[in-house]
């Protein structure tokens, strides 16, 4: 790790600003994650009381496209968009598993 000991105060003061942003919204992003994986847990109950499978190939193939092009249109690289989606999904799939193994 480098010494910033010697960084001048103006540099240190925008540095430190756009820290605070960056882990306001990395706290933001594990809080959405946590809503977005409340939804998901019902979904897997849902599915596992009703016997479904716990992928649906389909509607990941539908979110995958929807979220490449909100990626796009947000200039944020369409394949890290769909990286972080496809390993949500995984985790996803992983927890409706693991509730349908509960529910037999």
């Known amino acids: 790790m480098s010494d910033t000991s010697d960084i001048d105060e103006t540099v240190r003061a925008e540095l430190n600003r756009l820290r605070e942003s960056i882990d306001n919204i ?3 992003v594990v809080h959405m994650l946590a809503e977005r994986f409340k939804c998901t ?3 897997g ?3 596992a009381k009703h016997q479904l499978p716990p992928a649906d190939p389909a509607r990941e193939g539908r979110q995958i ?15 890290f968009a769909e990286k972080l989606l496809n390993f949500i999904i995984a985790e996803v799939i992983r927890h409706h598993e693991t509730i349908a193994d509960g529910a037999r």
């Open 45 to 47: 109950i849902l599915k």
């Open 41 to 43: 847990q019902q979904v």
């Open 26 to 28: 990395d706290a933001a």
């Open 65 to 79: 496209a929807r979220l490449r092009e909100l990626a796009e249109s947000a200039k944020l690289d369409p394949g």
